[in-house]
Nanobody, 124 residues
Framework: QVQLVESGGGLVQAGGSLRLSCVAS????????MGWFRQAPGKEREFVAA????????TYADSVKGRFTISRDNAKNTVYLQMDSLKPEDTAVYYC?????????????????WGQGTQVTVSS
C-alpha cells in the first residue's frame, strides 16, 4: 500500500514558478515509477511528466517540455515537479501517481496509486 500526499500548489502570476512535492508512504517507494498528471476544469486528466524508479529516465508532455522538471529523492520518499515559466493554461489540479510498473504503461494499472491533488492557478 502506498499513500501519496501532494503539496506546493497555489496562485502565481504568469511567468512565475512553483515547485510541487509528493511525499509517499511505504518502504518500497524507491521501486515505483512516479508521475504527475493534471486536470483542468471541464477537461480530462492529462499526463504531465514521469520519472523511472532509478531517476535515470524521464519523459514530459510536449506542452511542458523545457519548462517543467521532474525529479525524485528516494531517501525522502519524495518526487518533485519544478514548474517554471508558468502560463494560464497550466491552471489545473495536479496529481501525483505511483506505479510498480514502467511509466510507459501510462499509470493505467489497478496496481497504481494516486494522490488527492493540489491546485495550481496561474493568473494572466
Amino acid at each position: 500500500q502506498v499513500q501519496l500526499v501532494e503539496s506546493g500548489g497555489g496562485l502565481v502570476q504568469a511567468g512565475g514558478s512553483l515547485r510541487l512535492s509528493c511525499v509517499a508512504s511505504g518502504r518500497t517507494f524507491s521501486r515505483y515509477d512516479m508521475g504527475w498528471f493534471r486536470q483542468a476544469p471541464g477537461k480530462e486528466r492529462e499526463f504531465v511528466a514521469a520519472i523511472s524508479w532509478t531517476g535515470r529516465s524521464t519523459t514530459y508532455a510536449d506542452s511542458v517540455k523545457g519548462r517543467f522538471t521532474i525529479s525524485r529523492d528516494n531517501a525522502k520518499n519524495t518526487v518533485y515537479l519544478q514548474m517554471d515559466s508558468l502560463k494560464p493554461e497550466d491552471t489545473a489540479v495536479y496529481y501525483c501517481a505511483a506505479s510498480p510498473h514502467s511509466y510507459g504503461l501510462g499509470f493505467a494499472s489497478q496496481d497504481d496509486y494516486w494522490g488527492q491533488g493540489t491546485q495550481v492557478t496561474v493568473s494572466s
